[in-house]
């Protein structure tokens, strides 16, 4: 687990805010959620022979010997909470979560044991159109912020009964080159086959390369589904390429899976992935409702950020107040407060501990102000404030008191209230 330095901290705000804007301009509205969860919830929804169940989730009893969890994705805990609060029946809902998750995972670069997702997820909506509506709006969110090192790539994994003929296909393939399967896979051969098609062992892979392929199996609602998505996409100009060796890494997936995959951050190359879900709320005892979502990875789409050398927008002070002597910065107190007051959203620092005119001017510039206000002993005298730029040519210059929320204004680009 890791923390998260003031010095990335504003480009993690600056990509939630600009992810939250894009979603939020689709209708769909935020929903908060407890970090701890019955651990059956998790059991029942993402399966018991996952590796987040087997292996990954951060488990225990507490003082009643009830079994927690951490939550280890946000999907079922969306689901439990549509159920528990009525927001299921006879409605539809678009829905977006974010904030940390826990698996406990060998730690490298991109995955830690604490991570941080966007999640959205549309509950009650079966059609196509709602699955390429969440795609398309992921590729509205990389051409905002200048992406372009990502590839999609989508697959259908049909209805139940297609995709039990595809299991019996699965374990008569696997069955017969079973002496070269590791132990994971032989242990899932019996239990669910698909998740083989999911083994990260370099060993392994040319096995799954020539395993039968789900497209090949899926009945003809799902096989329609799936072309009207391709259709819907196309319309949009969102390029596609079909992996039909995408199966996900969590039972409750239906028809429609996709990832939007990157070749800039070595082996963590799945940044936003997502599918459909359309049994699980009646898996989790709620009424029978399609479903489709996503979850896109915060530490995964910071790296890319960087990795394809964008930046965030400068994130610092306004003005810095440079007050010198006692009397100086009781007036800078009371004048910071009433730029608060009456410039919208300007942002403004006084400064504190003391120091020199000189020591005081180097911390302003610290702060990535674009303006230093000075008051000294002359200023309080004149009823004006010393206006130097920190970040351009123009000249120092001598405000009015009565007049600095309007100049300000006018500088920052910003309002005066009322």
């Known amino acids: 687990m890791n923390d998260i330095l003031p010095d990335v901290s504003g480009t993690w705000r600056y990509l939630e805010s600009v992810v939250r804007d894009i979603v939020q301009s689709y209708g769909y509205d935020e929903i908060r959620l407890p970090l701890l969860e019955h651990t059956e919830l998790f059991r029942r929804s993402i399966g018991e022979v996952t590796d987040i169940v087997e292996k990954e989730m951060y488990t225990f009893a507490d003082r009643n010997g009830e079994s927690l969890t951490l939550r280890p994705e946000a999907t079922a805990s ?3 909470a549509g159920i528990t609060n009525g927001l299921l029946h006879n409605q539809r809902q678009k ?41 398309i709006m992921c590729a509205r969110m990389w051409r905002t912020l200048g992406l372009s090192r990502l590839t999609l790539e989508i697959n259908s994994l049909g209805t139940a009964d297609s995709r039990a003929r595809y299991r019996k296909a699965l374990v008569e393939y ?7 399967l590791d132990e994971d896979s032989i242990r899932r051969l019996g239990q669910n086959p698909l998740r083989i098609l999911d083994s990260k062992n370099p060993d392994m892979q ?30 949009a100009g969102v390029a596609y ?32 992935s997502g599918g459909r879900y359309d049994g699980l709320v009646e898996k989790l ?43 100086a910065l009781v007036q800078a107190f009371a004048l910071a407060e009433d ?12 400064n504190l501990g ?58 920052l680009g910003k309002t005066v209230a009322g």
């Open 78 to 80: 969306v689901v439990r």
């Open 95 to 135: 829905l977006w979560t974010s904030g940390p998750m826990f698996r406990y995972e060998k730690p490298q670069k991109g995955r830690y044991r604490q991570f941080h997702q966007f999640d959205v997820e549309a509950l009650g909506f079966d059609g196509p159109d709602v699955d390429a509506e969440l795609i």
């Open 174 to 180: 696997f069955s017969g080159v079973k002496s070269r």
């Open 206 to 235: 040319d096995i799954v390369a020539t395993a039968p392929v789900m497209l090949d199996f899926l009945d003809q609602d799902s096989a329609e589904h799936f072309q009207a998505l391709k259709g819907l996409l196309e319309v």
């Open 241 to 272: 390429t079909i992996n039909p060796r995408l199966v996900r890494g969590l039972d409750y997936y239906n028809r429609t899976v996709f990832e939007w995959v990157t070749d800039a951050l070595g082996s963590q190359g799945a940044v936003c």
């Open 285 to 327: 005892g709620g009424r029978p409702t399609p479903a489709v979502g996503w979850a896109m990875g915060i530490e995964r789409l910071v790296a890319l950020f960087a990795a394809c050398g964008a930046e965030a927008p400068a994130a610092g002070t306004d003005v810095y107040f440079v007050a010198v002597g006692d009397s």
């Open 339 to 350: 730029l608060r007051d009456r410039v919208t959203g300007i942002r403004v620092e006084a």
């Open 354 to 411: 003391g120091g020199s005119f000189k020591s005081q001017l180097k911390r302003a510039d610290k702060s990535n102000a674009a303006y230093a206000l000075i008051l000294g002993e002359q200023e309080i005298a004149d009823q004006c404030v010393g206006l130097k730029p920190l970040r351009s040519t123009e000249d120092q210059s001598s405000i009015a008191v009565d007049a600095l929320a309007e100049t300000l204004a006018g500088r």
